[in-house]
T-cell receptor, first 113, second 112 residues
Framework: DSGVTQTPKHLITATGQRVTLRCSPRSGDLSVYWYQQSLDQGLQFLIQ???????AKGNILERFSAQQFPDLHSELNLSSLELGDSALYFC????????????FGSGTQLSVL | GENVEQHPSTLSVQEGDSAVIKCTYSDSASNYFPWYKQELGKRPQLIID?????GEKKDQRIAVTLNKTAKHFSLHITETQPEDSAVYFCAASKGGSYIPTFGRGTSLIVHP
């Protein structure tokens, strides 16, 4: 167990809908990352938050947004969903600072039908 | 930005053989190189890492080597076992930027 909690584990929805994925980082970790992993694909970096502030953006679509709350949990919002958004979404946390080791949650499997 | 190339994409070995996965990076300022193992349906987990001031690091059956001049690092697994079967990802990152850039992954299959 990495200490990173993601909910829900599975999500099935329809095209055009909006969903929210939730992540609670390890105790004490200030940094939260979101990654998308499609079938047979690598880990695509979406966005990073550090202590409540957006720190870096990767290949995140405009239909997607995220935030990190004062208690350091993070939410990834996906809207106007398309079939191609079906993927495994991972959250990872790290202590921040110079510590770059990532601890991944178990992921949310999103299926858009 | 940083670009990480990983080879091979698939590696099939017999139990007991050694396996080597290679990665190259483009940004000479990168100074931290972790490796993650992702078993089928599971989360990626850090298995070993190396910093740029070290040329080699070993942990039981796994080792990582780094050649800063060539901008190349490798994962070595000796005496492979079926439970080593997984997808392995290399990554590179640099001080001041905490976003690791991942390789595309290597699917290692160990046949009993």
């Amino acid at each position: 167990d990495s200490g990173v909690t993601q909910t829900p584990k599975h999500l099935i929805t329809a095209t055009g809908q909006r969903v929210t994925l939730r992540c609670s980082p390890r105790s004490g970790d200030l940094s939260v990352y979101w990654y998308q992993q499609s079938l047979d694909q690598g880990l695509q970096f979406l966005i990073q938050y550090y202590n409540g502030e957006e720190r870096a953006k990767g290949n995140i679509l405009e239909r997607f947004s995220a935030q990190q709350f004062p208690d350091l949990h993070s939410e990834l919002n996906l809207s106007s969903l398309e079939l191609g958004d079906s993927a495994l979404y991972f959250c990872a946390s790290s202590p921040g600072g110079v510590e770059e080791k990532l601890f991944f949650g178990s992921g949310t499997q999103l299926s858009v039908l | 930005g940083e670009n990480v190339e990983q080879h091979p994409s698939t590696l099939s070995v017999q139990e007991g053989d050694s396996a080597v996965i290679k990665c190259t990076y483009s940004d000479s300022a990168s100074n931290y190189f972790p490796w993650y193992k992702q078993e089928l349906g599971k989360r990626p987990q850090l298995i070993i890492d190396i910093r740029s001031n070290v040329g080699e690091k070993k942990d039981q059956r796994i080792a990582v080597t780094l050649n800063k001049t060539a901008k190349h690092f490798s994962l070595h697994i000796t005496e492979t076992q079926p439970e080593d079967s997984a997808v392995y990802f290399c990554a590179a990152s640099k001080g001041g930027s905490y976003i690791p850039t991942f390789g595309r992954g290597t699917s290692l299959i160990v046949h009993p």
